[in-house]
């Protein structure tokens, strides 16, 4: 994590009035950010037909961007030069820079969101692709970097991993005919606790070091919001000879991250929550500079690379139309990609880029902490641990979560609760058993919005 730890907010004795939220919103470098996005109007988000977004009526709160998050005004935009390049100039679009258009020729296309998306990684141009899905480009990164021997095979992993990481683990396993029972360490924290502290993954890690292969955690972990000290684990991991891989599909545009200075080894992110390049988006992935190298020190006809499952389109545009089956390796993360990827998905995922172009994450994460930690200030206040229906299960130290804030309910209340903050035209999510999950954006939500969702929230639980 940064260096300086951010200290939280203080807030005066008025913060609870709707006044003092409007106060905040006011002064927001970055309100002007939310007009970059079609908010949905509470009447869409009844209606059970198809329609046009409606702008006129009174816009919904949407504290679902951990999820999903909103379309950019960009995303249009971007989408119809796509669609015009390829209705006006069809296959020349691979290899022609249009005036007047967003988008760069279709064989650079990845690289213009690998460019920007490094940015938001901490990452060198180099070390980034813009290729297809989460779970699909863990498993590529997985085959490369997953290399299990008979002393060394365990893979140390949360202890509630997103179910596909769970799957995707779990299947490298069995391909290499290994019993995830003998293989798979899951971490967790103490009894009663949800919060996994840094020293007991420490601990995890000392005591598995010698038959341990890799490391692979949530950069946040998504049912309790909870921000891993991405750096610190890193560099502890690797000291004891692991490879280490991060799975940021809730960091990505939400924490800040560093990448390549902490030398992580791999990530592979989504692009679709925090990063709002729409349902299923193009995703992305991160391999450290040292492990994209390709050698040809013996010959041009020879070159020497880390082993990965390979791909037409990883090899290098140079002698990409060759033909001649001589797989020449792009180096960077580029090598890694398979496929030629889905121009219409670039467009989608290079719209959302240029909203984040305008901005930095450090920038965003300022706002974040005070989002976040004003939402906290507004449930906790004025009750006790012993009458409050609820608990948030999120760390309360900001330097150890994201924008997101989990609050796990009491027995019987979460459908109650979730159907009140729906009629309310309040957008969040639900984890079973008991878990809503509110995650104020800093690109598009506001201080007003959070006071509005803790008014309606403490009547729900009032019902």
């Not at 960091?251 to 709002?276: P, S």
């Not at 880390?306 to 089956?325: A, E, I, P, Q």
Request: glycine residues 6%.
């Amino acid at each position: 994590m940064p260096s300086l730890a951010p200290s939280k907010p203080a807030f005066p004795e008025n913060a609870a009035t709707k006044e003092y939220a409007i106060s905040l919103d006011t002064e927001d470098p970055l309100a002007t950010f939310r007009e970059k996005f079609i908010i949905p109007s509470k009447a869409n988000i009844a209606c059970q037909k198809l329609a046009k977004p409606d702008l006129s009526s009174e816009p919904c709160i949407y504290f679902c961007g951990n999820s999903l998050g909103l379309q950019p005004k960009a995303t249009a935009r971007y989408l119809e030069a796509q669609l015009d390049t390829w209705s006006s100039i069809g296959v020349c679009g691979h290899f022609t820079d249009l005036q007047d258009s967003p988008l760069k020729q279709w064989q650079l296309l990845a690289e213009q969101a690998a460019e920007s998306m490094s940015k938001i990684v901490g990452a060198d141009p180099e070390e980034v692709a813009a290729m297809g899905t989460l779970t699909t480009n863990l498993h590529l990164l997985l085959a490369s970097f997953y290399k299990p021997t008979a002393t060394k095979h365990q893979i140390l992993m949360d202890w509630k991993a997103f179910p596909s990481d769970h799957y995707a683990i779990e299947s490298h396993l069995a391909w290499h005919g290994l019993d995830p029972k003998q293989s798979m360490v899951l971490m967790g924290p103490d009894e009663d606790e949800y919060e996994i502290s840094t020293e007991k993954i420490l601990s995890y890690i000392d005591k598995h070091a010698e038959d341990a292969a890799l490391l692979l955690l949530p950069g946040i972990q998504y049912y309790t919001g909870q921000l891993f000290d991405i750096q610190k684990i890193t560099e502890y991991a690797k000291s004891r000879n692991l490879v280490v891989g991060w799975d940021l599909a809730h960091a990505y545009g939400n924490a800040e991250l560093k990448l390549h200075e902490w030398e992580v080894d791999f990530a592979a992110w989504c692009t679709y929550k925090y990063g709002n390049a729409g349902p299923g988006a193009m995703a992305g992935l991160f391999v450290h500079e040292k492990h994209g190298q390709v050698d040809y020190s013996e010959g041009e006809d020879a070159p020497k690379f880390r082993h990965r499952l390979t791909g037409w389109y990883g090899g290098d545009r140079s002698v990409r139309f060759k033909m001649d089956n001589s797989f020449k390796p792009t180096p960077g993360a580029g090598g890694f990609q398979v496929s030629n990827p889905s121009a219409i998905d670039l467009a989608s995922l290079c719209a959302a880029l240029s909203v984040f172009d305008e901005t930095s994450v450090s920038e965003l994460r300022q706002k974040s902490l005070k989002l976040t930690a004003y939402l906290e200030y507004l449930l906790l206040k004025d009750t006790t641990d012993k009458t409050r229906p609820f608990q948030i299960i999120t760390p309360s130290d900001p330097e150890a979560r994201g924008a997101q804030l989990s609050l796990l309910l009491r027995p019987g209340l979460l459908q109650k609760v979730s159907q009140r903050l729906q009629d309310a035209g309040i957008i969040c999510d639900k984890r079973e058993p008991g878990v809503v999950r509110v995650a104020p954006v800093p690109l598009y939500n506001t201080f007003s919005e959070v006071w509005t969702f803790v008014e309606e929230f403490r009547a729900a639980l009032e019902m």
